[in-house]
């Protein structure tokens, strides 16, 4: 079977991996802050004035940190999702060797598999670290208050907004047109985003070209982590059944007594009781929401203002 | 179908054969149909890797012109996997899906034919 093209989903002939034994992972994504508390925090980011380089209340700094942090999340679940689907391939290795004896070529293809799968993730990471930067870059639009020192930071800062954006874009519309996910539905739906009235300067000029633009990478990012929590999902579940028959159901049929059934009993329960999806998961969907909430609060000023 | 239900069928059809109950049936089986059931139950998870890394448009407008036989062939194999009467014919039906697949899935026809 001839090796395959870099890819996102669970290597050709590989497998799952063993969840882990810690109580770490959760059976679905679950908002880190209650609803009612997003709410607030919300309204309080939009009806913050919009000053300048004011502390670290300032939607504009709010905005640069949840970019920071969802770049730093989005690190932590695509190295994860790295390991599961390697984890998946060893599996399905050990599986297939059970019903027929491995050869060189298909392990090499499974191991190729896998490090195409890689390179597909560090792509989607390259993705997020642009757009961080890119954030960023919009933070500093918006700080540029010194008026001796307006012109000439303004000018630094859309120098690296518009080489961090032609990155994130390029990248983005690789993801939005070249892999079946993001699903196009999830990253197509994203609403007119309406700058606020207080919103001034180069940051509104930004925010008029760019919003829409911008809320559509924000959704590609989020539907890339519903995807990726789907493939993850799909390791571990494969992994979860060929540990349980390997490592649980045939020893209990050999014809030898369980040699330690201590350790058989431990076993079992981690395999039956280990969860299906993965914290790094959660917590990525989390600094997602997060993002797309104080782009909209950036970019609506004050609640008050907003339309 | 759409690229995602093609997506959420390849995830089912690779969890089931990779099921105990689906991979001690075929362990019980000879050299030659083990052999074959490793080598598609592989080339179900390429095709499942391949669908999520293909041309979106491409994938929706190939999955628009087979459909018919498409999802035929993945009921035939639904039911002969739920079944698991005979080894050989779930293998043939299992051959017919990945063939199907071959004309919208970019890439599996390498594997298949």
Same mark, same amino acid.
């Given at each position: 079977?001839?090796? &395959?093209?870099? @890819? *996102?989903?669970?290597?050709?002939?590989a497998a799952p991996r063993l969840p882990p034994k810690s109580g770490r992972v959760i059976l679905a994504a679950q908002p880190r802050i209650p609803v009612s508390h997003r709410l607030a925090?919300?309204?309080?980011?939009?009806?913050?004035p919009l000053a300048p380089g004011c502390a670290t209340t300032n939607p504009y700094v709010a905005f640069a940190?949840?970019?920071s942090a969802y770049a730093a999340r989005l690190d932590e679940v695509l190295i994860a999702a790295e390991k599961s689907g390697i984890d998946a391939t060893s599996w399905r290795l050990l599986d297939s060797d059970g019903l027929s004896n491995t050869t060189v070529q298909a392990y090499t293809e499974s191991s190729d598999s896998d490090r195409a799968r890689a390179a597909v993730l560090r792509r989607l990471r390259h993705h997020g670290d642009v757009l961080a930067r890119y954030f960023g870059g919009l933070s500093?639009?918006?700080s540029t208050d010194a008026p001796q020192r307006a012109s000439d930071a303004a000018g630094k800062a859309h120098g690296a907004i518009e080489t961090a954006w032609n990155d994130a874009s390029a990248l983005g519309e690789g993801l939005r047109t070249n892999l079946a996910f993001p699903p196009a539905q999830a990253v197509t739906e994203t609403g007119k985003v309406i700058v606020g009235q207080i919103v &001034?300067?180069?940051?509104? &000029? %930004?925010? %008029?070209?760019?919003?829409?633009? *911008?809320? @559509? %990478? *924000?959704a590609t990012q989020e539907a890339l982590l519903a995807t990726i929590a789907d493939t993850v999902s799909h390791d571990l579940r494969i992994g979860q059944a060929v540990a349980e028959r390997l490592l649980v159901l045939d020893p209990l049929l050999a014809d030898a007594p369980i040699s330690s059934p201590e350790s058989w009993v431990a076993t079992r329960q981690r395999i039956l009781t280990a969860e299906q999806t993965i914290e790094e998961v959660r917590a990525a969907r989390a600094a997602a929401r997060a993002l797309r909430e104080t782009f909209e609060a950036l970019a609506s000023g004050t609640a008050g203002d907003s339309k | 179908m759409t690229p995602n239900d093609l997506i959420d069928a390849l995830r089912d059809l690779d969890r089931e054969l990779h099921s105990t109950r689906v991979t001690t049936f075929y362990r019980s089986q000879d050299d030659e149909s083990r052999a074959r059931f490793v080598g598609l139950r592989g080339y179900v998870a390429q095709a499942l890797a391949d669908a999520l890394h293909a041309?979106?448009?491409?994938?929706?407008?190939?999955?628009q012109q087979h459909d018919a036989e498409l999802s035929e062939g993945l009921a035939d194999l639904k039911r002969a +996997?739920?079944?698991?009467?005979?080894? +050989?014919?779930t293998l043939n039906i299992l051959g017919d899906v990945l063939t199907a697949l071959s004309k919208v899935v970019p890439g599996v026809l390498d594997h298949v034919l």
């Open positions: 079977m001839p090796a &395959k093209s870099a @890819r *996102i989903a669970p290597a050709a002939r925090l919300l309204v309080l980011l939009t009806a913050l940190d949840a970019g500093q639009l918006a &001034k300067g180069a940051l509104r &000029k %930004e925010l %008029e070209l760019r919003g829409d633009l *911008i809320a @559509r %990478e *924000i | 041309q979106l448009d491409e994938l929706a407008t190939a999955l +996997v739920r079944g698991l009467n005979d080894a +050989v014919k």
